[in-house]
T-cell receptor, first 115, second 116 residues
């Protein structure tokens, strides 16, 4: 399996621009998670989906952030308009429900820089 | 509610000496516990997981962790550190909502430095 795929790997944009981050989970996984990692705040859960439905979006910082999962193999995280404080590494992770420990598998991350 | 506390933000060892990274957890349920590793500028990789099958869990790269319910601990150890072990390590507990799968609760991380 290719693992969790994220694109782009790096994104540099100017303040006020729209940014879209993309994620393809591992095939067969029914949970998808979006995280943000910064030096100041560490790793934060933004939102997660089960079977394409958002379950908990309490970590989304504000209305400028939105996430969608139109099908089982694709999700987007959008920031509009972007601000310098959004600069961070954004990770997508997926997991499979059922018996087991529900470990999550992480993508390589998207490093976002907003100038 | 579930929570996890990593007792050291930074641990420094010499190559070839033992590694001990400490983690305490709090959980209302029988927890699933994990250790993840993150090398610089990389994503998070699962090191090992505890699911109540055995209290001593072996992971990749020679790491292991022992679940101690009486101490609510899940410390990560390795007998002999290697330079390539230098990374940040996260202790993680599963967060269950009403018996269904939920998110993972991450500790703040322990940065491991290995001196030659």
């Amino acid at each position: 399996d290719a693992g969790v795929i994220q694109s782009p790997r790096h994104e540099v944009t100017e303040m006020g621009q729209e940014v879209t981050l993309r994620c393809k989970p591992i095939s067969g996984h029914d949970y998808l998670f979006w995280y943000r990692q910064t030096m100041m705040r560490g790793l934060e859960l933004l939102i997660y989906f089960n079977n394409n439905v958002p379950i908990d979006d309490s970590g989304m910082p504000e209305d400028r952030f939105s996430a969608k999962m139109p099908n089982a193999s694709f999700s987007t995280l959008k920031i509009q308009p972007s601000e310098p404080r959004d600069s961070a590494v954004y990770f997508c992770a997926s997991s499979r429900s059922g018996k087991g420990a529900y470990e999550q598998y992480f993508g390589p991350g998207t490093r976002l820089t907003v100038t | 509610a579930q929570s996890v506390t990593q007792l050291d933000s930074h641990v420094s060892v010499s190559e070839g000496t033992p590694v001990l990274l400490r983690c305490n957890y709090s959980s209302s349920y029988s927890p699933s516990l994990f250790w993840y590793v993150q090398h610089p500028n990389k994503g998070l990789q699962l090191l090992l997981k505890y699911t109540s099958a055995a209290t001593l869990v072996k992971g990749i790269n020679g790491f292991e962790a022992e679940f101690k319910k009486s101490e609510t601990s899940f410390h990560l150890t390795k007998p002999s550190a290697h330079m390539s072990d230098a990374a940040e390590y996260f202790c993680v507990v599963s967060g269950f909502y009403g018996g269904s799968q939920g998110n993972l609760i991450f500790g703040k991380g322990t940065k491991l430095s290995v001196k030659p």
